[in-house]
């Protein structure tokens, strides 16, 4: 096995590079995903996170309503933390879950865990190799802007509330520079996939 924890903040290309790396033959464990299956109606989480912020972060039906929780949250780091502390232990260990079933599979899988929060969420899963896609705040911010419709202000607060580009690249093994175009970004990614050692390889 493999393990490669890539990062990188709001809009700075991580998806992109996730996709070329499943694209190469890589298990992509996106931590997103997992996110939303472990606050589903009736996990444990879902319960804990009403019983903190209320009833009013639910839907009629009982699913969490996420621009409810998120209005909250990103207005406030103290409950973001309670939100966390909720959240990625159950994460985490869905992750241990996935990567013992690929590894199972294919002792020699090379396994992407996808995770927005890496340093935030003080991921410690053994990793061979921690990736971080960075872009400039100022790019992420233009493509939250002129991308996804934000407001300059909620793109700004968004990325305030994710840990900083510095802090994201103290941890880097490998650096992806995403500021340029998306073929740079995907040759880089090309380049990093031909590095890992072939006794990795499936």
Known sequence: MFLIG???GIAAGKS????RLAEHGAVHIDADVLAREVVEPGTPA???IAEEFGSDVLTEDGALDRRALGDIVFADAGLREVLNSITHPAVRERTRELIAEATAANPRA???YDVPLLVEAAVDHPFDAIVVVHAT?????DRLVRLRGMSPGEAGRRIAAQA?????LTIADVVID???????TLAQTDAFWSSIPRSASS
Do not use: F, H, K, P
Request: aromatic share 0%.
């Open 164 to 168: 900083s580009e510095e802090e994201r």
């Open 6 to 8: 890539l990062t990188g």
């Open 16 to 19: 992109a590079v996730a996709s």
């Open 110 to 112: 090379r396994i992407v």
């Open 46 to 48: 879902l319960r804990r």
């Open 137 to 141: 705040d100022r790019v992420r911010l």
């Open 178 to 184: 995403a500021n340029g175009s998306l073929e740079e």
